[in-house]
Protein backbone atom coordinates (compact mmCIF):
# COMPACT_ATOMS: atom_id res chain seq x y z
CA UNK A 1 0.00 0.00 0.00
CA UNK A 2 1.15 3.31 -0.77
CA UNK A 3 -0.77 4.72 1.88
CA UNK A 4 -1.50 8.88 1.92
CA UNK A 5 0.23 10.48 -1.21
CA UNK A 6 0.42 13.90 -1.91
CA UNK A 7 1.41 15.93 -4.57
CA UNK A 8 3.42 17.74 -5.54
CA UNK A 9 6.13 18.27 -3.10
CA UNK A 10 6.58 21.26 -3.42
CA UNK A 11 5.11 24.39 -5.15
CA UNK A 12 5.62 28.47 -5.55
CA UNK A 13 2.47 30.33 -6.92
CA UNK A 14 2.14 33.90 -7.57
CA UNK A 15 -0.39 36.22 -5.70
CA UNK A 16 -3.85 35.49 -7.73
CA UNK A 17 -2.64 31.93 -9.23
CA UNK A 18 -4.98 29.08 -8.96
CA UNK A 19 -3.77 25.46 -8.40
CA UNK A 20 -5.01 22.04 -7.08
CA UNK A 21 -3.17 19.88 -4.48
CA UNK A 22 -4.06 16.64 -4.82
CA UNK A 23 -4.14 13.63 -2.04
CA UNK A 24 -5.00 10.13 -2.56
CA UNK A 25 -5.05 7.04 -0.55
CA UNK A 26 -5.69 3.42 -1.02
CA UNK A 27 -6.82 2.31 2.14
CA UNK A 28 -10.59 2.51 1.42
CA UNK A 29 -11.19 5.29 4.75
CA UNK A 30 -13.59 7.11 4.12
CA UNK A 31 -12.70 9.67 6.35
CA UNK A 32 -9.89 12.45 4.45
CA UNK A 33 -8.84 15.83 5.64
CA UNK A 34 -6.71 18.70 4.93
CA UNK A 35 -4.44 21.27 7.19
CA UNK A 36 -2.09 23.77 6.89
CA UNK A 37 0.76 24.10 9.39
CA UNK A 38 2.38 27.38 10.26
CA UNK A 39 4.93 28.02 12.83
CA UNK A 40 3.32 28.78 16.30
CA UNK A 41 0.04 27.67 15.22
CA UNK A 42 0.16 23.83 14.71
CA UNK A 43 -2.21 21.85 12.17
CA UNK A 44 -5.40 23.45 11.47
CA UNK A 45 -8.41 21.51 9.83
CA UNK A 46 -9.23 23.46 6.54
CA UNK A 47 -11.85 20.78 5.09
CA UNK A 48 -12.40 17.28 6.17
CA UNK A 49 -15.15 14.42 4.07
CA UNK A 50 -16.68 12.02 6.05
CA UNK A 51 -17.05 10.41 2.51
CA UNK A 52 -17.69 10.13 -1.38
CA UNK A 53 -19.82 13.23 -1.71
CA UNK A 54 -19.74 14.80 1.44
CA UNK A 55 -17.44 17.58 2.59
CA UNK A 56 -17.61 19.90 5.65
CA UNK A 57 -15.53 23.01 6.49
CA UNK A 58 -12.85 23.33 9.08
CA UNK A 59 -11.30 25.61 11.11
CA UNK A 60 -9.79 28.10 8.51
CA UNK A 61 -11.90 27.28 5.35
CA UNK A 62 -11.64 30.84 3.75
CA UNK A 63 -9.65 30.67 0.36
CA UNK A 64 -10.31 26.52 -0.19
CA UNK A 65 -12.45 24.73 -2.31
CA UNK A 66 -12.25 20.78 -2.07
CA UNK A 67 -14.97 17.98 -3.54
CA UNK A 68 -15.11 14.26 -2.51
CA UNK A 69 -16.00 12.70 -6.05
CA UNK A 70 -14.11 9.48 -4.92
CA UNK A 71 -13.25 7.48 -2.17
CA UNK A 72 -9.58 7.39 -2.76
CA UNK A 73 -9.32 11.21 -3.88
CA UNK A 74 -9.77 14.29 -2.39
CA UNK A 75 -8.12 17.40 -3.77
CA UNK A 76 -7.66 20.80 -2.80
CA UNK A 77 -8.07 23.92 -4.73
CA UNK A 78 -6.94 27.51 -4.35
CA UNK A 79 -8.92 29.52 -6.27
CA UNK A 80 -6.48 32.99 -6.16
CA UNK A 81 -3.44 32.33 -4.27
CA UNK A 82 -2.61 34.90 -1.58
CA UNK A 83 0.91 35.09 0.41
CA UNK A 84 -1.16 34.45 3.82
CA UNK A 85 -1.86 30.99 2.01
CA UNK A 86 2.34 30.07 1.65
CA UNK A 87 2.46 27.18 4.32
CA UNK A 88 2.63 23.55 4.61
CA UNK A 89 -0.35 21.61 3.45
CA UNK A 90 -1.06 18.34 4.87
CA UNK A 91 -3.62 15.46 3.89
CA UNK A 92 -4.56 12.80 6.29
CA UNK A 93 -7.06 9.99 6.13
CA UNK A 94 -9.04 7.38 8.30
CA UNK A 95 -10.77 4.59 8.88
CA UNK A 96 -13.43 5.70 11.63
CA UNK A 97 -13.35 9.16 11.05
CA UNK A 98 -11.82 12.14 13.92
CA UNK A 99 -11.99 9.19 16.48
CA UNK A 100 -9.43 7.11 14.79
CA UNK A 101 -5.88 7.49 13.76
CA UNK A 102 -5.22 9.75 11.18
CA UNK A 103 -3.02 8.62 8.26
CA UNK A 104 -0.73 11.83 7.18
CA UNK A 105 0.97 12.52 3.38
CA UNK A 106 4.27 13.22 3.05
CA UNK A 107 2.75 17.52 3.04
CA UNK A 108 3.26 20.44 -0.01
CA UNK A 109 5.19 22.91 1.04
CA UNK A 110 3.85 26.33 -1.16
CA UNK A 111 5.38 29.34 -1.49
CA UNK A 112 3.14 32.37 -3.02
CA UNK A 113 5.07 35.64 -3.31
CA UNK B 1 -16.23 24.43 18.92
CA UNK B 2 -13.54 22.65 20.70
CA UNK B 3 -10.52 23.68 21.52
CA UNK B 4 -7.19 22.36 22.10
CA UNK B 5 -4.28 24.19 24.34
CA UNK B 6 -1.15 23.55 24.73
CA UNK B 7 0.92 25.88 27.22
CA UNK B 8 4.27 24.94 26.35
CA UNK B 9 5.78 25.88 23.60
CA UNK B 10 8.99 24.18 23.91
CA UNK B 11 10.92 22.08 26.28
CA UNK B 12 14.29 20.40 26.85
CA UNK B 13 15.44 17.62 29.14
CA UNK B 14 18.42 15.83 29.39
CA UNK B 15 18.43 12.35 28.04
CA UNK B 16 16.79 9.45 30.02
CA UNK B 17 15.30 12.08 32.25
CA UNK B 18 11.04 11.76 32.35
CA UNK B 19 9.34 14.26 31.15
CA UNK B 20 6.00 15.69 31.13
CA UNK B 21 3.61 17.62 28.23
CA UNK B 22 0.80 19.51 29.02
CA UNK B 23 -2.65 19.50 26.95
CA UNK B 24 -5.89 20.80 28.44
CA UNK B 25 -9.25 20.99 26.07
CA UNK B 26 -12.44 22.53 25.98
CA UNK B 27 -15.77 20.52 24.91
CA UNK B 28 -19.23 20.03 25.67
CA UNK B 29 -19.45 16.29 24.16
CA UNK B 30 -19.23 13.65 26.27
CA UNK B 31 -17.86 10.70 24.16
CA UNK B 32 -14.51 11.59 22.30
CA UNK B 33 -10.70 10.60 21.76
CA UNK B 34 -7.69 12.54 22.93
CA UNK B 35 -4.25 12.04 21.30
CA UNK B 36 -0.67 12.49 20.87
CA UNK B 37 1.11 12.61 17.78
CA UNK B 38 5.03 13.11 16.70
CA UNK B 39 6.53 15.16 13.89
CA UNK B 40 10.27 14.80 13.74
CA UNK B 41 12.02 16.62 11.66
CA UNK B 42 11.10 14.68 9.01
CA UNK B 43 7.80 16.18 9.15
CA UNK B 44 5.96 13.03 9.38
CA UNK B 45 3.34 12.94 11.57
CA UNK B 46 3.13 10.02 14.42
CA UNK B 47 0.68 8.79 16.20
CA UNK B 48 1.97 8.21 20.11
CA UNK B 49 -0.83 7.22 21.97
CA UNK B 50 -4.34 7.13 22.06
CA UNK B 51 -7.59 7.73 24.97
CA UNK B 52 -11.18 7.24 25.04
CA UNK B 53 -12.95 9.48 26.72
CA UNK B 54 -15.18 7.30 28.62
CA UNK B 55 -12.56 4.92 29.85
CA UNK B 56 -11.03 6.03 32.82
CA UNK B 57 -7.67 3.94 32.65
CA UNK B 58 -4.87 6.52 31.32
CA UNK B 59 -3.22 5.03 28.08
CA UNK B 60 0.12 3.78 27.96
CA UNK B 61 2.78 2.83 24.79
CA UNK B 62 5.88 1.31 26.32
CA UNK B 63 7.93 4.61 27.58
CA UNK B 64 4.64 6.91 27.04
CA UNK B 65 1.95 7.59 29.06
CA UNK B 66 -0.70 9.69 29.75
CA UNK B 67 -2.41 11.59 32.53
CA UNK B 68 -6.47 11.50 31.60
CA UNK B 69 -8.25 14.13 34.25
CA UNK B 70 -11.92 13.99 32.31
CA UNK B 71 -13.28 16.52 34.70
CA UNK B 72 -10.68 19.26 34.49
CA UNK B 73 -10.68 18.67 30.64
CA UNK B 74 -6.31 17.90 30.77
CA UNK B 75 -5.06 15.20 29.03
CA UNK B 76 -0.94 15.17 29.74
CA UNK B 77 1.77 12.77 28.03
CA UNK B 78 4.18 11.59 30.08
CA UNK B 79 7.85 10.52 28.03
CA UNK B 80 9.41 8.04 30.74
CA UNK B 81 13.54 7.35 30.00
CA UNK B 82 13.62 10.04 27.11
CA UNK B 83 15.83 9.36 24.10
CA UNK B 84 16.89 11.24 21.81
CA UNK B 85 15.31 10.00 19.00
CA UNK B 86 12.36 11.76 21.15
CA UNK B 87 13.40 14.89 20.02
CA UNK B 88 10.01 16.23 17.73
CA UNK B 89 7.03 18.24 17.78
CA UNK B 90 4.19 17.15 19.74
CA UNK B 91 0.72 17.90 19.00
CA UNK B 92 -2.37 16.90 21.36
CA UNK B 93 -5.80 16.22 19.64
CA UNK B 94 -9.40 16.32 19.89
CA UNK B 95 -11.59 14.13 18.06
CA UNK B 96 -14.73 13.38 17.50
CA UNK B 97 -16.39 14.17 13.94
CA UNK B 98 -13.33 15.18 13.30
CA UNK B 99 -10.35 15.96 14.84
CA UNK B 100 -8.50 19.52 16.17
CA UNK B 101 -5.29 19.46 16.90
CA UNK B 102 -3.68 22.03 19.45
CA UNK B 103 -0.33 24.41 18.21
CA UNK B 104 2.00 21.57 19.43
CA UNK B 105 5.46 21.64 21.94
CA UNK B 106 8.73 21.62 20.78
CA UNK B 107 11.00 18.77 22.52
CA UNK B 108 14.68 18.75 22.80
CA UNK B 109 16.13 15.43 24.21
CA UNK B 110 20.14 16.27 25.10
CA UNK B 111 22.24 14.29 25.15
Known amino acids: NAGVTQTPKFQVLKTGQSMTLQCAQDMNHEYMSWYRQDPGMGLRLIHYSVGAGITDQGEVPNGYNVSRSTTEDFPLRLLSAAPSQTSVYFCASSYTGGVGEQYFGPGTRLTVT | AQTVTQSQPEMSVQEAETVTLSCTYD???????LFWYKQPPSRQMILVIRQEAYKQQNATENRFSVNFQKAAKSFSLKISDSQLGDTAMYFC????????FGKGTRLHILP
Open chain 2, 93 to 100: AFGDDKII
Open chain 2, 27 to 33: TSENNYY
